[in-house]
């Protein structure tokens, strides 16, 4: 196996992957509160530890892929009652918008989507074992970390305890806190909230950074080998995941801790609530599902990265580029040994901190080149590109036409090839069907099987 250095937001510094279990690697990257239609700012860590994981994979790692969605959070409360919804309900509609904007992406989904609402049973399981160590304290229904019971807080984001205050809204309440870096596990139901849970402190709810503690190691465990998200999460969120699983486990939350930079329109930091979102829905239906993926593969993924229709648009008529080429190729033609080492780049490239804007130039280098010996009469077979393509999510771009097939039609294929290892050929055949009326074709292939848009 290739060596794969990534850069650790904890040591500061670029460090060599080392799972906790040979050949496994486990992920948990933050995922978003449902309380409005997702933006393409957060689109950019899913994108990113998606193809992450692919690239794992091609490199031979059996990989799990955790994206949470965060539907118990203040925000929830205050845009149901801003929109005079009850909650559940906003949480039920923005879940399924983002589950649908997300599938427009064409890379699948995470291995699992744990849920806060419904993993409420841990997160109190959690919070009272920080209680019983002394790590944790309840006061008027509410329960408090005691950051001064944990040194280590504040390694990850590298600050003075003094610059850690905790002051957004419940953890303001320095009347009944301790100290003001103390933050809320648990909070009381106050009057106007329609969701609410019992637990030994009174009805209440989680606070938002105890639901990540409980999810990640309800799928993973604790030491396991990545956590991710924004870098907008390191402080306070990331910092109080370590501090409350840490504590109350007595174990290390996570090996490696990967960043995504923020994307930035007009030069300001997209979020919510300076209210200058593209949401992602709309940038796919503009731009397209090729184009959006390349843009966001194209800047390092530590780095912001800028959206504007013409950045987006350039990526997209780069994304035609390979497509034409690949219209090019010659069937059974093999690729010359003189393209080996831009694949050889491209992988090189993505084990060195996932540096998708460098393998992404391999790759056109290789198109370049490609174009170059076709022009001159040589016979080109796809190769090592097919690879290349398949692992940043793009291989039905060798069929040189048609988009990425829809997830409905990933699912029929994933069944089909399913009940044909089982021999179960009547439910392969039905399959098949299924996909032919989605407008959907399998070709079986020495490789294995692909889906390619039957031909109108
Ligand atoms: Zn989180």
């Not at 049973?121 to 959690?126: G, M, N, Q, R, S």
């Not at 040194?151 to 990850?156: E, S």
């Not at 497509?323 to 090019?328: A, I, P, Q, Y």
């Not at 001159?376 to 796809?382: A, H, K």
Request: negative net charge; glycine residues 8%.
């Amino acid at each position: 196996m290739r060596a794969i250095t990534v850069y650790d937001t904890f040591r500061g510094a670029e460090v060599e992957l080392e799972p906790r279990a040979a050949g496994k690697v486990g992920i948990y990257a933050c995922g978003p509160t449902v309380y409005a239609p997702i933006h393409v700012g957060n689109a950019r860590p899913f994108v990113t530890f998606a193809v992450f994981k692919r690239f794992l994979e091609h490199e031979g790692y059996d990989v799990t892929l955790v994206v949470n969605i965060t539907d118990v959070n203040d925000k929830i409360y205050d845009a149901a009652r801003e929109r005079g919804v009850a909650s559940e309900s906003l949480v039920a509609e923005m879940t399924e918008r983002y589950l649908s904007d997300t599938d427009g992406l064409g890379l699948g989904r995470p291995d699992h989507e744990p849920r806060a609402a419904q993993s409420i049973e841990a997160i109190v399981v959690l919070i009272e074992a920080l209680i019983a160590s002394d790590h944790a304290y309840a006061v008027a229904g509410d329960v408090y970390f005691r950051v001064r019971s944990f040194p280590a807080y504040g390694r990850l984001s590298n600050r003075a305890l003094e610059d850690m205050v905790q002051a957004e809204g419940d953890e303001a309440r320095v009347d009944i806190k301790e100290s003001p870096q103390d933050f809320a596990l648990w909070k009381a139901r106050k009057p106007g909230e329609d969701t609410a849970w019992p637990s030994p402190w009174g009805e209440g709810r989680p606070g938002w950074h105890i639901e990540c503690s409980a999810m990640a190691e309800g799928i993973l465990g604790t030491d396991f080998d990545i956590h991710g998200g924004g870098i907008d999460l390191v402080f306070p969120h990331h910092e109080n995941e370590i501090a409350q699983t840490e504590a109350g486990r007595d174990e290390r939350l996570a090996r490696v801790w990967m960043h995504n930079g923020m994307v930035r329109l007009a030069d300001e930091k997209m979020s919510k609530s300076l209210g200058n979102i593209q949401p992602l829905a709309e940038a796919l239906e503009r731009h397209g599902r090729d184009a959006i993926v390349m843009w966001l593969l194209s800047g390092h993924y530590r780095r912001p990265l800028a959206f504007t229709d013409e950045i987006v648009g350039d990526a997209g008529r780069s994304v035609e580029r390979i497509r034409e080429f690949c219209g090019r190729l010659h069937r059974f033609a093999p690729p010359p040994d003189a393209l080996a080492p831009y694949s050889e780049r491209f992988f090189a490239a993505l084990a060195d901190d996932f540096n998708t804007p460098v393998a992404r130039s391999a790759l056109f280098d290789w198109v370049a080149e490609g174009n170059r010996r076709l022009d001159s009469g040589e016979r080109l077979g796809v190769g090592e590109l097919g690879t290349m393509l398949d692992v940043i999510g793009f291989a039905h771009l060798v069929d040189g036409e048609g988009e990425a097939p829809p997830p409905e039609a990933e699912r029929l294929a994933a069944e089909r090839e399913a009940a044909r290892a089982a021999r179960d050929f009547a439910t392969a055949d039905r399959k098949r069907d299924e996909l032919t009326a989605l407008g959907w074709e399998v070709r079986d292939g020495a490789e294995g099987s692909r889906l390619v848009p039957l031909q109108r």
